[in-house]
C-alpha cells in the first residue's frame, strides 16, 4: 500500500495494488471519495479530492464500501 498526497491539487490518493496500475472502472464511494477498480474486479485505489476539506488535520479515516457486483456494475442488495 502506498499513500500519496498532491498539496497543490488537494487530491489523496491510496494504492492497494501496484503503484500507477490502470483502472477499468471509478465508483463513487460517497461525494469526494472515489475506489478505482481494475478490470478483473479488483479495488486498486482510492483518490479523496478536496481532501483538506474532507479530512481537515486528520490522517486516520474510515470509508465504508457497499457490496457491489462489478460484474453488472450495481450495488449488491443488502
Excluded: C
Aim: glycine fraction near 8%; proline fraction near 3%; avoid cysteine.
Amino acid at each position: 500500500m502506498k499513500i500519496e498526497f498532491d498539496s497543490e491539487r488537494d487530491l489523496l490518493y491510496i494504492w492497494f495494488g501496484e503503484v500507477g496500475a490502470k483502472s477499468s472502472q471509478t465508483v463513487t464511494v460517497v461525494p469526494g471519495v472515489h475506489a478505482d477498480i481494475d478490470a478483473s474486479g479488483k479495488l486498486i485505489g482510492i483518490e479523496v479530492i478536496d481532501a483538506t476539506e474532507i479530512l481537515g488535520n486528520k490522517l486516520q479515516f474510515e470509508v465504508s464500501l457497499p457490496s457491489f457486483d462489478y460484474t453488472r456494475n450495481v450495488v449488491a442488495s443488502a
